[in-house]
């Protein structure tokens, strides 16, 4: 089974701050990992995701993450956040070799002016 | 534009009465799947197609049934709804299996 953790499910930030998102994710067998973002009374998009290859990953809109296996992290960062960054983040994990996508309970950016 | 259209957007009915959300997508992909979004609990995986006439269960199937009879259409069917069923629901697409990266912009249900 394969499961996914966000621990934060609020983050407030200043404007222009740095930024990291933390998911942590659980399987037995190899992943591939997703984030999506989710602007107020929309859809989800999809900012970044790992598949195989290179374990720093570089999204839209600025943001990258960094698979890194032997800590099972793949945590969302920007280097200087925008007000428009304002929005929750969905971390997401599906296990190879199966379909099933399976989201992280979200955390919300709050980015203060 | 590629899209990923759902109706209704909003929907307030009652406990019993059968209802179907529609889903369809302009970008010939092959996967498709549903998801219901509560608070605290992110999104849940009802149902998901990777082709045409294959569906199959994801985390939450009870009480919804689905079917792909087209690849463009996938709707979600509640045959009985009752109000464990009131929420945010998503269609999504992608030509990737397993990897959802289109999708609608959602249906609000409330069952009464």
């Known amino acids: 089974a394969q499961s996914v953790t966000q621990l934060d499910s609020q983050v407030p930030v200043f404007e222009e701050a740095p930024v990291e998102l933390r998911c942590n994710y659980s399987?037995?067998?190899?992943?591939?990992l997703f984030w999506y973002v989710q602007y107020p009374n929309q859809g989800l998009q999809l900012l970044l995701k790992?598949?195989?290859?290179?374990?720093l990953v570089k999204g839209i809109n600025g943001f990258e993450a960094e698979f890194n296996k032997s800590q099972t992290s793949f945590h969302l960062r920007k280097p200087s956040v925008h007000i428009s960054d304002t929005a929750e983040y969905f971390c997401?994990?599906?296990?190879?070799?199966?379909?099933?996508?399976?989201f992280g309970t979200g955390t919300k950016l709050q980015v203060i002016p | 534009e590629a899209q990923v259209t759902q109706n209704p957007r909003y929907l307030i009915t009652v406990t019993g009465k059968k209802l179907t959300v529609t889903c369809s997508q302009n970008?010939?992909?092959?996967?498709m799947s549903w998801y219901r979004q509560d608070p605290g609990l992110g999104l849940r995986q009802i149902y998901y197609?990777?082709?045409?006439?294959?569906?199959d269960k994801g985390d939450v199937p009870e009480g919804y049934k689905v079917s792909r009879k087209e690849k463009r259409n996938f709707p979600l069917i509640l045959e009985s709804p009752s109000p464990n069923q009131t929420s945010l629901y998503f269609c999504?697409?992608?030509?990737?299996?397993?990897?959802?990266?289109?999708f609608g912009d959602g249906t609000r249900l409330s069952i009464l």
């Open positions: 999504a697409s992608s030509i990737d299996r397993g990897q959802p990266q289109h």
């Open positions: 399987s037995s067998v190899s992943v591939y």
């Open positions: 790992y598949l195989s290859g290179s374990t």
């Open positions: 997401a994990v599906r296990a190879g070799g199966y379909q099933k996508v399976t």
């Open positions: 970008m010939n992909h092959e996967y």
């Open positions: 197609s990777m082709n045409v006439e294959v569906t």
